[in-house]
DNA sequence: GATGAATGAGAGTTCATTCAT
DNA sequence: AATGAATGAACTCTCATTCAT
């Protein structure tokens, strides 16, 4: 039923990037996206089974173009420290470089229903074991605590990053979002490397 | 012309949280809040501007509980790292023991428009503002670093814990979320504490 | 969730009736007879439960209205040729003067899926037993053969009144529908009566 | 525009008797007729010039056999009795092995707009000619009553076998329509031959 | 203050039809 | 002649909000 591929699949998911970006997923009419692509209102409803549709596929879009170039950029580190800065770093970088897609996915992709949060999560969890698997490196390379539990870490890794561009997309974006990498790297870095116990 | 107070107000505010969490806020109907709350539709309206008025006014009112209570627990706190160590067991327990208040929270509020930002920004500044109170406290107290940018601690800090709410939330919750408060506090506190500066 | 009670319900229906007569079912929006009840496009839909319904009910409303006067006009009957003839002239003489109604049982509802004839059947079952009943009556009282077939006999008297008005109402109407009560009913109680059998 | 004729043409014609019969006339799509006949959406355009084309062309396709067929038989029959037996026969007969064909005239023909309904009265009248040619054979051969209405015989008539139909479509065909030939036509053949008048 | 029947704007979706290839 | 991707008009139904009682 869904075409899914196809030049103006990619057109319309742009279209849709663009605009939701700016007014908000459940402010945009099939229409508007419609007339963004450059194509008829029922022409999407060849590409797409219904409008979630169209918000679920372009994270997915989005979400393989990011952990695709993210892997690429991987393959050129050695340890997992440098792992680590490059996954936050990249991160920063891409949605500072991409500011409607930071929109889109950090405040409008969280805006729907439980069902389709299943189309989202699969793309999610690439990068969830990603960063696990770097973590879970660390740990073997003796970078990091023995007892760290990797999950615990990833969470508060990508939470950390995740709440960062939040604030940024919030804020009238003042500042470079990358140049946060480095603190928040360090900040993260220091949390799961070995070394003595923290005294309450 | 929004009455703000009264007996309905809170029966409503409650009715709110309960359906929300349960359907989602796009898909809760106004009649559904009233049924739930027993009161007539068109009373929701004394009460309340309109729907996404609800929603922020059930925000402040959760908002302001929640930081009340916290300010309580810490008072009876030492230094820095014990006050941090309470609001992460805070924060985790009080949304595990009202998983609809952390649903609400975690999922549902962040669907609103642009302008509503604003009602749910001010009680959650509160929030910040006294997170960063206790890290500039650490500061001083010698326990973290002195080159640590306060601002970006809270959102590490806040952004770790939210995600580990989050996860929670939206897994089955086959696990007891305050258990997760040492790890990370752990975390958090080995990141921002003095300390050699880790190799990348 | 319908509520199929009220002033408002019966403006529906009767608006129903007369703009579904005159421009037909599909061709008919549920604004249209909005309009025409004088009601909101939305009240309908407190009314009825969807499009299709109006149709359903309309009939169920028809034909009580019709099975009802019937059954009055049925009681002043001596035998069962009495009221065979009393149900043919009623029958046409109700059509004859109200065309809409005729229209819309003749020819509108016929046009209705599957799942809604359950909805139409039932009252038109009440019909059909009453005439069975009639021609059993009949029998009983030896105007009618003794191997008459009592559905069939039903099937052949509806038969030839319904074709008798779908004539009347897919033509220019330019005569006295009733009129043909009187040859029809001749025709109809002679198949059914007592006498010899003919040859082929 | 309209071809009206090859192959193709016969195609689609049997494809929506299939797909109409099973779905009926507004819920069967276009596409769904030309995927049935193994042809494209826009092939189905140039054998008829629009949707309801179809249904009209399917009519009177089948009419015609139906009336050709029809004719051939009457030739072997002597008199008018024995040719009102054929028809009866015949069109039950014929609905009974095709019920298909019998769902789409009985039932889904019937949903058609005003101006189509031109298209298929013009072969249905063929179809009520000769029936009518037939009674008035059977006056002339004195077999029935001198008083007879033609026209009105042929309604009863017609009313009665299309009645039957309709009640064996409606129902799960549980049994034999064709089985049905003889009582119906005992009970009008008797209802049109000369005898005794009923006394009511 | 409270009610709930009524409103009506609004948008997602379908699908008959077209036309460039 | 045949295709099937693209079109866009059309229409049902929902639901936040109002207001007479």
Partial sequence: MARRTG?????????????????????????????EAGVADGTVYIYFTKKEDILVSLFQVLMARFVDGLRLKLEHCGNANEKLKTIITYHLTTLENNPDQARVTQIELRQIDEEINEGISKPLLDYFKLIE?????????????????????????????DEVVTCWVMSKKPYNLSSLAGPVFNLLVRGMQAGPVPQE
């Fill in 7 to 35: 030049e103006k699949y990619f057109a319309i998911i742009d279209a849709a990037v663009k605009i939701i970006a700016r007014h908000g997923y459940h402010r945009t009419r099939v229409a508007d996206i419609a007339r």
């Fill in 133 to 161: 698997e770097v973590i879970a490196e660390g740990k073997e390379q003796g970078l990091y605590r023995q007892d760290l539990d990797v999950r615990t870490a990833r969470k508060v890794t990508f939470g950390a990053v």
